[in-house]
């Protein structure tokens, strides 16, 4: 019994460490790509300060496009924006649904079988914060 | 200085690919990957519902504990917690009491009838092949790893088959065990 104990324990201390290195990599990641941005950022706007010839011929050739105007910059941003927001919507009705079906589907098994385990995700399908 | 804005930004771009990456479409295929392992679970109820396999039976609860650690700690699966896994397994393994998840499965799957171990083991084939599909996806060098061993099969160089069990084991020992500690835990409380 206490050697199993101790195996237990073991296991459960190695699966902390690993998630402890993979989250860790994970956020220095993060951190990273961030930092890397916010980088690029403030290289871009130190080249350009003080040259604002070269901006304004640049962004002069952006804005001298031949297609419309409301064509060339309204309509993509319109449909990033529709596209954007029908995506958000699915996953809202979508994540909506799991949690009827699940809740129904769950309880008739529970019916059927009182030893069913559950897989202690939250109701929309989600990792529960204690799991992270 | 016109190259070096170019430059950045096509590392800012790159950051933002990841961002978006990791933070929305890593984030579907977990969900993708779940929703895929929910419908395989419901194969294995499907066979006790049918009295094929009896709910008690020590294999379906094998399987089930199984499909229930990988639903839970689906998010953990990453190719750095699978290499991690591997060496922590393998120091384990010189361990005395060192169980196989794997092989104990597979020794209660072939206690049953031979038509039920074909269909138990399409369900525990099916559900490695769900969750080695999400670790390639998300993870690039995963990827391109799979796919070397691909062109390498392709080409008779490679057996992938036990390489594939192999990672599966890993795989299946550290889910099985994350919840069956969990259950145990529950019993406690």
Known sequence: MAARLDRELDHQYRMRLVQAISVGWQSLMRFLCFAAFCACVYFSLRDLAGKQTFADMKFSAIADLKANKYFGLILPWTLCTVTAAWGAGERYLRKRHIKRVSSESSEMQKLLDPGRRSSRLSKKGETTPEDF | ?189
């Not at chain 2, 591997?86 to 104990?104: M, P, R, T």
């Open chain 2, 1 to 189: 200085m016109q190259s070096s804005i170019y430059i950045l930004s096509a590392v800012g771009a790159v950051c933002a690919a990841w961002f978006l990456w990791t933070l929305g479409i890593k984030v579907l295929l977990l969900d993708g990957m779940r929703e895929r392992l929910f419908e395989i679970r419901f194969e294995l109820f499907r066979l006790g519902m049918s009295g094929e396999l009896p709910f008690d039976n020590e294999a379906f609860r094998a399987v089930e504990t199984l499909m229930c650690g990988l639903l839970r700690f689906g998010h953990r699966i990453t190719f750095l917690t699978f290499l991690l896994s591997s060496l922590e397994i393998a120091k384990a393994k010189k361990d005395k009491d060192y169980v196989d998840v794997s092989q104990q499965i597979g020794l209660k799957i072939s206690r049953l009838q031979p038509s039920t171990q074909v269909k138990m083991a399409k369900i525990l084939k099916d559900t490695h092949s769900v969750v080695l599909v999400y670790m390639a996806l998300s993870s690039l060098l995963f990827l391109t790893i799979m796919a070397a061993m691909k062109v390498c099969k392709l080409l008779g160089l490679w057996h992938s088959e036990s390489t594939r069990e192999k990672v599966s084991h890993v795989i299946d020992r550290e889910a099985y065990l994350a919840e069956t500690q969990r259950g145990m835990r529950l019993a406690v409380a």
